[in-house]
């Protein structure tokens, strides 16, 4: 099987049509995957386990997938895009530039404190998949790709804003926001430091002190009332 583009989620009229039968239980079965996943990791899933919680023949599950591969790429996927549903696409609602930037970490930070207690797809997969090249691995580097990326242009609109220095080097500072979200998994998960939470919140307020210009503050943009999600991580503007 050939790799898969990173995973997105394509939003279409097609998309609000009923699902058939067959879309519905293959859509189940992810769920319940993902559910499996992000307690025991990737490489934990099984077809005959997802059997056993769907209580369908194993021959039933590997109809819809195919191969244990292609159940996880599919799993994979589906957390992307959920991902985008609470973290990027709301905070498209945001001003463009520092607001939208803060939005976005504020997304992520919330969806991270649910985690702390479930466990987090990309993390683990990071962890299982590191040295494994192929289309599972694929799948995830291409997801965390593309979301570092509209990090990367969020950073790069607040220079344009005005908001952050000039010469602010985008890739920098998307690296030490990321790596405040995977300090905090470590402290909150494996050392349970209590205050790891606002420690993180503290760490990006520095970060954005360090790289924002001196002018005036940025004011916080209340979102409108209503907004479309209608563009992809991948070609937000």
Same mark, same amino acid.
């Given at each position: &099987?050939?790799?898969?583009?990173?995973? #997105?989620?394509?939003?279409?009229?097609?998309?609000?049509?009923?699902?058939?039968?067959?879309?519905? *239980?293959?859509?189940?079965?992810?769920?319940?995957?993902?559910?499996?996943?992000?307690?025991?990791?990737?490489?934990?899933?099984?077809?005959?386990?997802? %059997?056993?919680? &769907?209580? !369908?023949?194993?021959?039933?599950?590997? %109809?819809?997938?195919?191969?244990?591969?292609?159940?996880? @790429?599919?799993?994979?996927?589906?957390?992307?895009? /959920?991902?985008?549903?609470?973290?990027?696409?709301?905070? &498209?609602?945001?001003?463009?530039?520092?607001? /939208?930037?803060?939005? !976005?970490?504020? $997304?992520?930070?919330?969806?991270?404190?649910?985690? @702390?207690?479930?466990?987090? @797809?990309?993390?683990?997969?990071?962890?299982?998949?590191?040295?494994?090249?192929?289309?599972?691995?694929?799948?995830?580097?291409?997801?965390? $790709?593309?979301?570092?990326? %509209? &990090?990367?242009? %969020?950073?790069? !609109?607040?220079?344009?804003?005005?908001?952050?220095?000039?010469?602010?080097?985008?890739?920098? !500072?998307?690296?030490? @926001?990321?790596?405040?979200?995977?300090?905090?998994?470590?402290?909150?998960?494996?050392?349970?430091?209590?205050?790891?939470?606002? /420690?993180?919140? *503290?760490?990006?307020?520095?970060?954005?002190? #360090?790289?924002? +210009?001196?002018?005036?503050?940025?004011?916080?943009?209340?979102?409108?009332?209503?907004?479309?999600? +209608? *563009?992809?991580?991948? *070609?937000?503007?």
């Amino acid at each position: &099987m050939s790799p898969q583009p990173p995973a #997105r989620r394509l939003r279409s009229d097609s998309a609000s049509r009923p699902l058939q039968k067959g879309q519905q *239980t293959k859509a189940a079965i992810v769920d319940a995957a993902l559910g499996l996943a992000t307690q025991i990791g990737l490489e934990g899933l099984s077809i005959g386990a997802l %059997a056993e919680v &769907m209580q !369908m023949s194993k021959s039933g599950v590997f %109809a819809h997938f195919g191969s244990r591969e292609e159940l996880q @790429i599919s799993v994979v996927r589906e957390y992307h895009a /959920r991902f985008e549903d609470e973290v990027f696409y709301p905070a &498209m609602a945001f001003g463009r530039g520092l607001p /939208r930037l803060r939005a !976005m970490f504020d $997304n992520w930070m919330k969806r991270t404190s649910v985690e @702390i207690d479930s466990g987090c @797809i990309y993390i683990s997969g990071a962890v299982q998949f590191e040295d494994r090249p192929g289309p599972v691995r694929d799948a995830l580097a291409g997801s965390v $790709n593309t979301w570092l990326s %509209a &990090m990367r242009r %969020a950073i790069e !609109m607040a220079v344009a804003e005005g908001h952050l220095h000039p010469g602010t080097d985008a890739a920098q !500072m998307a690296f030490e @926001i990321h790596a405040l979200i995977l300090a905090l998994h470590y402290e909150a998960r494996f050392l349970g430091s209590p205050d790891s939470l606002q /420690r993180a919140l *503290t760490a990006f307020d520095g970060i954005v002190g #360090r790289f924002s +210009t001196a002018a005036t503050p940025v004011p916080e943009t209340p979102p409108p009332a209503r907004s479309r999600k +209608t *563009t992809r991580v991948a *070609t937000q503007g």
